[in-house]
């Protein structure tokens, strides 16, 4: 019988702990502010960025959401994006997405100031997660610093383990390489090119799959051998044939073989809103 790796308990112990650093703050006259630029009325941003501005809310921070018009110009998106991340009472901001084809171009990463990026994209913060530099208070990317506080909540060991990451975006997979290296994994990075997948997936301690491919990843990625000692964490966030949501992991066919893996819902998606908050606290706390 496989743990399932849940995100509840890690969020119930962090709130306690958020909203202590929120009142610390507060009794210092700062108000933690996350500003959120949504573009359009794509029905799951509105839905993702009001369970952000909720969780802020629930341990006392603020959060506003400036809802723009689908067809904005680059050139007024630009101006909102730089006259809210500019305000001197804002300490994060970011911006939901995906954008409209007139904005998806765009690079949002090198907009937003460094010390209010909670996404943790600018250059800035990349350079100092790719140089492990433990002297920066930069920001680590949401969902894979997330997988790693999960990972460490419940005693899962990365260092010299071998972890296989299935997908290579700039939001999950490469920041995810990074963390694991710094974390002293050995760590094999894969994507649409890869050749025999399941040959390294059965060699792994460790699988991360960000690829949005619903119940892609079966019993046959899992080898024999390896049955009940490896980890699987599920990134993906999909619907199924049937319109019921899923991860990239046929979770019914591999949970039975592993030692431990997170469901979809439940698992990493409530993890990356914890990441985003525990963030913008960082950038109030950097004032003082």
């Known amino acids: 019988m496989s743990i399932n790796l849940i995100a509840k308990p890690i969020i119930d112990q962090e709130l306690e702990n958020l909203k202590h650093r929120c009142n610390k703050l507060k009794e210092r006259r700062i108000t933690p502010n996350l500003q959120v630029l949504l573009v359009g009325n794509n029905k799951a941003s509105k839905i993702y960025t009001n369970r952000k501005k909720k969780f802020c809310e629930s341990f006392g921070a603020k959060c506003d959401i400036h809802h723009l018009d689908e067809n904005i110009s680059v050139d007024d998106f630009i101006k909102e994006l730089n006259k809210i991340s500019s305000a001197q009472d804002v300490h994060g901001t970011f911006v939901q997405l995906p954008l409209p084809g007139q904005l998806a171009n ?6 937003i100031p460094a010390d209010k990026d909670v996404d943790g994209f600018h250059p800035f913060n990349l350079f100092a997660l790719l140089s492990d530099d433990k002297k920066s208070d930069y920001f680590r990317p949401c969902t894979p610093y997330g997988v790693m506080n999960l990972l460490k909540y419940y005693n899962i060991p990365v260092s010299e383990k071998h972890a296989v990451i299935i997908g290579r975006s700039m939001i999950v997979g ?7 290296t710094n974390a002293n994994a050995t760590v094999t990075l ?4 890869t050749k025999n997948l399941s040959e390294l997936t059965q060699k792994a301690d460790i699988i991360i799959s960000a ?3 619903p119940k892609f990843l079966n ?12 980890v699987i964490i599920d990134v993906g966030i999909n619907t199924d044939k049937d319109g019921n949501l899923c991860g990239d992991v046929d979770f019914d066919k591999v949970s039975p073989l592993v030692y431990a893996i997170t469901p979809v819902p439940g698992g990493v998606g409530p993890l990356t809103i914890l990441t985003l908050s525990q963030n913008l606290l960082q950038a109030a706390e950097k004032i003082i």
Not at 190 to 193: P, Q, V
């Open 211 to 213: 690829i949005g491919k």
């Open 190 to 193: 894969c994507h649409s090119k």
């Open 106 to 111: 765009l690079e949002i990463e090198k907009l």
């Open 174 to 180: 490469k920041p995810m390489q990074m963390l694991l």
């Open 219 to 230: 019993e046959t990625f899992i080898h024999p051998a390896q049955k009940n000692n490896t």
